[in-house]
């Protein structure tokens, strides 16, 4: 894009200004705080810092949650530089050290991924759901059933593999699925859990409600999660809506702390267990924020944003003469390219559907579209075809907004990752490579901001 066809950013303009942060791990975090950095030097900062222009909606999911429940309650780059650098070694895995509100004292990879012991309830649970007389009532009924086929064709053939399948296939059962014996040999949701990751959050968050949030500091804070037992989201923040027995409609929810919403939101399936919670008297299993629907920028235009800064670091690998091939550096890197391009497509798509809309709602006001009107006015009364001429194309902008659903005052900043992002590590908490991270991110977010934005104010 050329310096001059950049989309002119006039901050005086702007009524509400959001930040939307991906997941991506501990990564993520310190790549949202690079961005941030840059921010910072045009002017944009989060309320409450001292910018000129200030961001005052936050919507997270994931790792991007973790990195707004930090960031509105002070702790910004530089302090959990210094907390990270006050530690010794050993306490990177296991930090017994107490815990208190406006400190980062206490963090550990223990924290990060404890083993997923079963709680008493769940045991409970899987025993009641796996040991019933029924089941195995059904169980002996099917192997009878099939031993009254099998045997007689054994013995009339001798043949067991064919009588095998012709007893299963009258049987009408479906034995020995390769799905069906993983979902009984491991019934366990995961091999780690978020509660850890909530109890430390609890710990040192001076503000662990979202309403407080919102009296107190002027920020409102939405974290995204996914439930998994419906196909919705769940946007934890100061907002309420009605409960729907609708399994599509997402809904706001305003009764869980922060912490508790942060650790739903980083419920990464497989990775960690789906975070139990219940509202309103109602049990609900909740899973990372980004698998319904990665960055929910709509969070944020439906709190009345005009400016929507959307910051990820889930973009792909793109090919370099340096890296060459992903399959010359192992499964890892394979899985990872997979899920990031899977996940920025759809970020791509949905970019991609707001600027045809926007394109066709501009296209309205363009000189070549403006001639067009001329040439079928051109034989109206006396002439005068001017002020016609203006409520026509005012009356097809504002039909063309209304149906397309845009808002002519929105508009994004978008700051995608890069290759040096992509070869970092994801889990992470060491301070020379956080610090890294965040400048790499630096880095590539001033080149974006300048390449690709005039930030006026």
């Not at 002996?140 to 001798?158: E, H, S, V, W, Y």
């Not at 599509?248 to 942060?262: E, F, H, L």
């Not at 949905?350 to 006015?377: C, N, V």
Request: some cysteine; charged content about 25%; proline content about 4%.
């Amino acid at each position: 894009m050329g310096r001059d066809e950049r989309p002119v950013i006039d901050l005086k303009e702007k009524k509400r200004i959001a930040f939307v942060g991906s997941g991506g791990a501990v990564k993520a975090l310190g790549y949202h705080m690079g961005v941030l950095m840059a921010l910072e030097e045009a002017g944009i900062g989060v309320k409450g810092y001292g910018s000129k222009y200030e961001i005052d909606t936050l919507v997270g999911s994931s790792a991007g949650s973790l990195f707004g429940a930090f960031i509105v309650n002070n702790f910004d780059f530089n302090r959990i530089q210094t907390f990270l650098e006050e530690k010794s070694f050993w306490r990177y895995f296991v930090n017994p050290r107490p815990r208190e509100k406006g400190q980062m004292y206490g963090l550990s990879y223990l924290d990060i991924f404890p083993p997923n012991v079963p709680t008493l309830g769940e045991l409970v649970e899987r025993f009641n759901d796996h040991v019933t007389w029924e089941r195995y009532k059904n169980g002996f009924n099917d192997l009878g059933a099939l031993a009254r086929t099998f045997i007689p064709q054994m013995l009339k053939t001798g043949d067991v593999e064919d009588s095998l399948e012709k007893a299963l296939k009258k049987a009408n059962r479906d034995y020995m699925g390769i799905e069906g014996v993983i979902r009984e040999a491991l019934p366990f949701p995961a091999v780690s859990n978020t509660d850890r990751i909530e109890r430390y959050l609890s710990d040192i968050l001076e503000i662990n409600d979202f309403r407080q949030l919102q009296r107190e500091r002027g920020v409102d804070f939405f974290v995204i999660a996914s439930e998994l037992n419906r196909p919705r989201k769940a946007i934890f923040g100061p907002k309420r809506s009605p409960f729907t027995d609708d399994p599509w409609a997402d809904r706001y929810i305003d009764s869980i702390p922060i912490s508790t919403a942060c650790a739903a939101s980083s419920s990464l399936p497989v990775i960690y267990r789906p975070k139990r919670i219940v509202i309103e008297g109602e049990k609900g299993y909740f899973v990372d924020g980004e698998v319904k629907q990665t960055l929910s920028t709509h969070v944020a235009a439906e709190n009345g944003a005009d400016l929507i800064i959307v910051s990820h670091n889930l973009e792909p690998y793109r090919y370099d003469h340096t890296k060459r091939s992903l399959t010359r550096h192992g499964f890892m890197a394979i899985v990872i390219q997979s899920v990031f391009i899977a996940a920025s497509q759809k970020i791509h798509s949905a970019w991609q559907m707001h600027e045809m809309r926007h394109r066709i709602y501009d296209h309205i006001s363009t000189p070549g579209f403006q001639k067009e009107l001329d040439a079928l006015l051109k034989d109206q009364v006396n002439g005068k075809t001017a002020g016609l001429k203006k409520k026509l194309t005012q009356f097809l902008e504002d039909t063309v907004a209304q149906m397309l659903n845009i808002d002519k005052r929105l508009q994004y900043m978008y700051i995608p990752s890069n290759n040096e992002i992509f070869w970092m590590d994801h889990f992470n908490i060491f301070p020379h490579y956080m610090k890294r991270l965040a400048n790499a991110a630096y880095r590539n977010a001033k080149q974006i901001l300048e390449e690709n934005y005039r930030i006026e104010g």
